[in-house]
């Protein structure tokens, strides 16, 4: 009965980890999107605008990856370290 409780646990917290991480994602991704819209013309017309775009998927990217390398890697090393 341990054991599932325990897989049932750790199903649940990736779950809930990854559902966390989505949501982050998003809400930082709305905001540059609202960010860039409120920017005024002159600064889009001086822009590449795929040049842009690239920054700012490369930006999420990265942020997906170091909240995934937070979450898989220091989260459980610091919980060991607690034990």
Known sequence: ARVFSDG??????????ELRNAVSIRR????VFLHLHNLDL???LSRQTGAL?????RGTRGISFVLSAL???LGPT???MML
């Open 42 to 44: 002159g600064f889009h």
């Open 78 to 80: 610091l919980f060991e």
């Open 8 to 17: 049932v646990s750790r199903a649940g917290s990736a779950l809930f980890n």
């Open 53 to 57: 775009s690239k920054a700012i998927d």
């Open 28 to 31: 930082i991704a709305k905001n």
């Open 71 to 73: 979450v898989f890697n």
